[in-house]
């Protein structure tokens, strides 16, 4: 009897999950802090206030990723995308760019759509200013290999126009 009930709990698992759309693995792929956007996408671009942390008092403690918080590494907080997300962040107010990886929770501050670890906060030229406006740009697999940020800028850049010179001269329009 019991056999009988454990096996109809696991076919209606598994006729649950057979019946699952195909965007399910996505999901799970967003789970589990890789960069989903394929080569068709545009990357995705926000852009608004960003801060930075860190510092000496926070130097060693585990974040949300788990691992241990490095002040001077390229490294990032937002609120929801996935751990191990690779963004481009460019400040219009210094003309510089670097590349972050997503490995923390935050920024605290609504108002703010990222918090900085201190080193990108310098890289970028805005660690005295505090809080400053950026542009970040989620990497897509295809570029979230290391590649100077300036020129990843500029391929983004490049793909963006090209994308729009497409859309201009396809009949659809």
């Not at 490095?70 to 690779?86: D, R, V, Y």
């Not at 972050?100 to 080193?119: A, H, K, W």
Request: charged share 20%; with cysteine.
């Amino acid at each position: 009897m019991l056999f009988l009930k454990y096996l109809s709990i696991l076919l209606v698992l598994t006729a649950i999950t057979g019946c699952l759309p195909a965007a399910a693995s996505t999901i799970q792929q967003k789970d589990a802090g890789v960069n989903t956007a394929d080569s068709t996408d545009q990357p995705a671009t926000e852009s608004g206030l960003a801060s930075w942390y860190g510092g000496k008092k926070l130097a060693g403690k585990r974040t949300a990723s788990g691992e241990r918080f490095q002040p001077n590494a390229m490294t990032a907080a937002h609120p929801s995308l996935p751990m191990g997300t690779k963004l481009l962040i460019h400040s219009p107010l210094t003309g510089r760019s670097v590349i972050v990886r997503v490995n923390d929770r935050g920024p605290i501050d609504s108002d703010r759509i990222l918090d900085l670890s201190e080193g990108a906060a310098a890289s970028l030229g805005i660690r005295n200013h505090g809080v400053s406006h950026i542009t970040a740009t989620v990497l897509p697999l295809r570029h979230s290999r290391f590649r100077h940020p300036t020129t990843m800028h500029n391929i983004l850049q490049e793909e963006a126009r090209q994308a729009e010179k497409v859309a201009q001269d396809s009949p659809l329009r």
